[in-house]
């Protein structure tokens, strides 16, 4: 393992990586920075143009977007009470109070150095467990891959949304647009009433552009939300990174960075769950609890360290078992995919050069990200006064012509209205576009190893009980299906 | 009692796709492909009557819920329908008369509708001259990034 990490190197001779990157995460930032943008809409509005770079560069660049999104979630978190990303929501909790009372430098100052570590404990985790997880998923069988599929479906399905049932109509929807085209194991045709352009498929990449950019953008436009963004002026003195009195709270950022990349890596968790996790654990462990929801730079620390920690953790089953962790690891895939590359146990050992590259170039960016926070977050503060009426029709413009530049083709154009338009009218009714794209990923691995183990085992359904792991990922579905339940249970009978 | 809300009309359009999706599955020739597989309209069926099941279940829950209506405002309508018009004609028109006429016509158009639903910018003649220069630059950075950076073939 070491040695292919140190082969992985030599692609980084080459300093066009290191432009990627730095391009991808200053644009995260100014997208993390806007509130309403968030960083899975910037990684499916820059997919286009990785189209035409070497896989590294272009994972590199995505990367950047994800790291620098998350990490400027907390600027208008901390100066405007508004979180930029919904992984920062924890964040407002104590960086406005500490805004508020006249330290809004500070307050960035922590989320700068906190993002960091919780975004360097991410690759740790990622390196140090991506290798392992992918050696053990080379055991799977299509029994297993099934059951697999069905849990993911099951744990997104559950915690997207408002509603249990409204995540799993959009899970299923997203499966049935999978299933649609060529049948890969018997060869026929369905499901395309007899449009031609629909034979191959629904094209994947305008399908998720529409979904989380268009969609976005639609309700934005619609809902006139955040107009008065070009009237925002904010003062930030001594916005420089506070390395002593984080350091200081080393229990607190270690302990939140973990706890970031654990949840982070379970499917369907996400960033947001990871933030409130570690801030509850932090005020629990504090001396000074009462402090916290006023200010305090342990609730600062707590839940910067645990969103940014996330990154790492989401992108661990999406790279081994190629089930992503949640909607921005969803769009990161389609990054592998776009380049030919399906994210899995394979791809760690048919392509160890690339699987390592990525992980290195997601290490670069985070630390891109710091360096690009701590010399420049005065500008990207500055981001907050750009008027919306200007920015949604280029991005606007950037969806269109992204989708149309994959494919060459106009049809791209209009699957990507198709999609927009749905996944807006998903948002308003309290459904979540993610799932939609989760069920599209996972559709086809449900489907073909299903029909794969029934013609290997005489349609003996009993297959998938007897095989462990099979089973255990049955059992995990089960729960994680009813859980949501015993909660709302719970909190009822409170 | 019953309370009608627009979300009824999306589950209904649902039903109708799922029942659509459903009529298509049953037409999938079956008995192709290897012996004991399932067959290519197994899930779909599946799927579809889950998805018809689900909806109307949410159909009939939200139906009794007594909870407050979600329905268009005028003023919502109005963006919507301006919106999605705009980027009707620019994919229509992109392969007709190319990128560049295109999408500075749209940009200009579609900035307007923007400053008009965001109360900024005004009906001034210099917010129009602004809005021409603003969408002047963007085509032209667009196809700078897309087409020179990127070497992506634009319409």
Sequence with gaps: ?494 | MFHLKEQHVFYLFLMAGAGFFLKLSWDIPSGIGVENDPGAAFLPIVICVLILFLVSYLFVIEFREKSEKLFFSRAEFFALAGTLLLIFVYIFILSLIGFFASTIIFLFLFQRLNSYLLNSGGLSYKSYLVSALFSFIATLSIYFVFSVLFKMSLP
């Design chain 1, 1 to 494: 393992m070491f040695m292919q990490f140190v082969h992985s190197f030599d692609a980084f001779l080459e300093p066009t990586i290191f432009l990627a990157i730095a391009a991808g995460t200053v644009l995260g930032l100014i997208f993390g920075s806007l509130p309403g943008l968030t960083a899975t809409m910037g990684i499916a509005l820059l997919l286009p143009l990785t189209f035409s770079m070497p896989p590294i560069s272009g994972m590199g660049m995505l990367f950047g977007m994800y790291c620098g999104a998350i990490s400027g979630g907390s600027i208008p978190a901390a100066l405007l009470n508004i979180p930029g990303t919904p992984s920062s929501v924890a964040t407002t909790l104590d960086a406005y109070p500490m805004s508020k009372r006249g330290e809004p430098g500070r307050a960035l100052g922590l989320c700068v150095v906190a993002s960091f570590i919780g975004g360097i404990i991410s690759v740790l985790v990622f390196a140090l467990l991506s290798p392992i997880i992918a050696k053990a998923a080379l055991e799977f069988s299509a029994v297993e891959y099934f059951s697999l599929g069905i849990f993911g479906l099951t744990i997104i399905a559950s915690v997207s949304g408002q509603s249990i049932v409204k995540g799993l109509v959009a899970g299923l929807i997203g499966v049935l647009i999978s299933l649609i085209g060529i049948d890969s194991l018997s060869g026929i045709v369905r499901l395309t009433a007899d449009i031609p352009d629909l034979i191959g498929g629904v094209d994947f990449m305008p399908a998720l552009i529409g979904l989380f950019a268009l969609s976005q953008i639609i309700g934005d436009i619609v809902s006139s939300r955040n107009a008065k963004g070009a009237e925002i002026k904010i003062k930030v003195d001594n916005a420089y990174p506070r390395f002593k009195e984080t350091f200081g709270l080393w229990r607190v950022w270690s302990v939140s960075s973990v706890i970031g990349s654990l949840v982070g890596a379970v499917p369907g968790a996400g960033g947001s769950i990871a933030s409130f996790l570690a801030y509850d654990v932090a005020k629990r462990q504090s001396k000074t609890p009462e402090k916290f929801q006023t200010g305090h730079n342990e609730g600062i620390v707590a839940c910067e360290s645990a969103n940014n920690g996330m990154t790492g953790g989401a992108l661990i089953p999406m790279m081994t078992l190629g089930i992503p962790g949640d909607a921005s690891a969803a769009v990161l895939m389609g990054g592998l995919l776009i380049h030919g590359l399906q994210p899995g146990p394979l791809l760690f050992q048919d392509h160890a050069d690339i699987a390592y590259g990525i992980i290195i170039a997601f290490l670069i960016a985070n630390i891109f990200m710091f360096c690009f926070q701590a010399v420049g977050i005065k500008l990207f503060v500055k981001v907050l006064q750009i008027p919306r009426s200007f920015l949604m029709p280029f991005i606007l413009v950037m969806c269109i012509v992204g989708a149309y530049g994959i494919s060459g083709s106009l049809t791209s154009a209009w699957i990507l209205l198709f999609f927009g338009i749905f996944g807006y009218f998903l948002n308003r009714y309290g459904f979540s576009s993610a799932p939609v794209v989760l069920g599209m990923i996972l559709g086809y691995m449900v489907e073909s190893n299903f029909r794969r183990s029934m013609a290997m085992y005489d349609s003996d359904w009993t297959i998938f009980f007897s095989h462990p792991i099979s089973l255990g990922f049955i059992l995990l579905s089960v729960v994680s299906i009813l859980l949501p339940f015993y909660y709302r249970y719970k909190s009822a009978k409170k």
